[in-house]
């Protein structure tokens, strides 16, 4: 079983549409991080928390740390949002080196 | 500000032969790391270094090779590359690792024929 799960893996939507990709994770951690990666682009950072809820313009995320699970939010969603939406975690414990462990990514394909 | 930097963005290797993939980052980030990402698959640490002289092993560190001679460079070395390399390899630093921002390079698109 892998250590964080997204859902879904794709997701095909109207500009406009009220979006929500999922991420749950099964151990103990100091942070979760969603990331955003364009067609053959690198890695933005778009979140990184560890409780409750966060917003940068029409991006939301939340965290429920005892239901380990978080959600990434957007809405009015535009065709420039298309993107793969990766989710990964900070592990939280003694020897962990702040590397992340990453789910496999949501390609969000907006449509005009 | 130019955060990481990756070179080169992408590479043919011939079977059998080595490379270097280049970073650097001008953050003054202790913390730096290789990650390969495989299609379908999450991203995978290859190594990680927590400072100038100190490099460990990830997830994922055969055929690789790994040097922090500076704060700011963090090299991966392949060697004798073989198709399974065929990937595309990402570096990305932090400050102070665990709960702290990360931050990525551009990739860099490795293919082995």
């Known amino acids: 079983k892998n250590e964080v799960e997204q859902s879904p893996q794709n997701l095909t939507a109207q500009e406009g549409e009220f979006i929500t990709i999922n991420c749950s994770y099964s151990?103990?951690?100091?942070?979760l991080h969603w990331l955003q990666q364009h067609p053959g682009g690198g890695i933005v950072s778009l979140f990184m928390l560890s409780s409750g809820k966060k917003k940068h313009g029409r991006l939301i995320a939340t965290i429920n740390i005892q239901e380990k699970h978080s959600s990434l939010h957007i809405t009015a969603s535009h065709p420039r949002d298309s993107a793969v939406y990766i989710c990964a975690v900070s592990l939280d414990y003694g020897g962990s080196q702040g590397n992340l462990i990453f789910g496999k990514g949501t390609k969000l394909s907006v449509k005009p | 500000n130019a955060g990481v930097t990756q070179t080169p963005k992408f590479r043919i290797l011939k079977i059998g032969q080595s490379m270097t993939l280049q970073c650097a980052q001008d953050?003054?980030?202790?913390?730096m790391y290789w990650y390969r990402q495989d299609p379908g698959m999450g991203l995978k640490l290859i190594y990680y270094s927590v400072g100038a002289g100190i490099t460990d092993k990830g997830e994922v560190p055969n055929g690789y090779n790994v040097s922090r001679s500076t704060t700011e460079d963090f090299p991966l070395r392949l060697e004798l590359a073989a198709p399974s390399q065929t990937s595309v390899y990402f570096c990305?630093?932090?400050?102070?690792?665990?709960?702290?921002?990360?931050?990525f390079g551009q990739g860099t698109r490795l293919t082995v024929v």
């Open positions: 953050m003054n980030h202790n913390y």
């Open positions: 151990v103990g951690i100091s942070a």
């Open positions: 990305a630093s932090s400050y102070e690792g665990r709960g702290t921002e990360a931050f």
